[in-house]
């Protein structure tokens, strides 16, 4: 009896590829390739690269939504510090990975966002979800004085996912983590309540 391909797996390595290379240098005989699996054995699993695009953002989106609500939702941590936490550490991990992937539904909804439906529609849920998730630390830092509160957490956590996302592109462009630093800095400067 054959291997079995499994779709988890498919997805996965479509993750890595889309997040490091993108959706338009990413073509199916390279999906194939890094997967290993016959073009019929995709096409039972997927009708067209745009949904295989779609599935592979709602994995991806899951994943980080876990470390999102893993790292913000520490009580024996201040609500301040996991958000600084956690941003430092998306720094690290993108230094660590040359600085040339970024965040693969950022980077997906700035290459085709604009013009496919399908894909732009995938990544808006996905970023919906993560921004409540944000939301939900940075209201608790408001409650607890650590986070101004002229602004509804929601505008927050919206200002910190888009500027994050912007640096990433910044990052991306000149392969260094300055833009990322800086972005960091003026954030958290923004955000944090002067005693």
Same mark, same amino acid.
């Given at each position: 009896m054959g291997y079995k391909h499994n779709i988890e797996d498919i997805i996965d390595k479509g993750c890595d590829l889309f997040r490091k290379k993108g959706y338009n240098k990413v073509g199916i005989n390279e999906i194939l390739e890094a997967c290993d699996i016959p073009r019929g054995s995709f096409y039972n699993f997927f009708e067209t690269k745009e949904e295989f695009a779609e599935k592979v953002i709602?994995?991806?989106?899951?994943?980080?939504?876990?470390?999102?609500? !893993?790292?913000?939702?520490?009580?024996?941590?201040?609500?301040?510090?996991?958000?600084?936490?956690?941003?430092?550490?998306? +720094?690290?991990?993108?230094?660590?990975?040359?600085? !040339?992937?970024?965040?693969?539904?950022?980077?997906?909804?700035?290459?085709?966002?604009?013009?496919?439906?399908? +894909?732009?529609?995938?990544? !808006?849920? +996905?970023?919906?979800?993560?921004?409540?998730?944000?939301?939900?630390c940075v209201a608790e830092g408001q409650k607890k004085g650590e986070i101004i509160d002229n602004l509804p957490p929601e505008d927050i956590a919206e200002y910190i996912h888009s500027g994050i996302s912007g640096a990433f592109s910044r990052m991306k462009v000149n392969r260094n983590r300055d833009f990322l630093d800086k972005w960091y800095k003026m954030t958290f400067d923004f955000i944090s309540k002067k005693e």
């Amino acid at each position: 009896m054959g291997y079995k391909h499994n779709i988890e797996d498919i997805i996965d390595k479509g993750c890595d590829l889309f997040r490091k290379k993108g959706y338009n240098k990413v073509g199916i005989n390279e999906i194939l390739e890094a997967c290993d699996i016959p073009r019929g054995s995709f096409y039972n699993f997927f009708e067209t690269k745009e949904e295989f695009a779609e599935k592979v953002i709602d994995k991806y989106g899951s994943d980080s939504l876990k470390m999102i609500s !893993n790292a913000l939702s520490d009580p024996s941590v201040s609500p301040l510090k996991r958000l600084k936490e956690f941003y430092a550490m998306l +720094i690290q991990t993108n230094e660590k990975d040359g600085f !040339n992937a970024g965040c693969l539904v950022t980077n997906l909804s700035m290459e085709v966002g604009g013009f496919n439906a399908a +894909i732009s529609g995938a990544a !808006n849920r +996905i970023f919906v979800i993560w921004v409540a998730e944000i939301a939900a630390c940075v209201a608790e830092g408001q409650k607890k004085g650590e986070i101004i509160d002229n602004l509804p957490p929601e505008d927050i956590a919206e200002y910190i996912h888009s500027g994050i996302s912007g640096a990433f592109s910044r990052m991306k462009v000149n392969r260094n983590r300055d833009f990322l630093d800086k972005w960091y800095k003026m954030t958290f400067d923004f955000i944090s309540k002067k005693e």
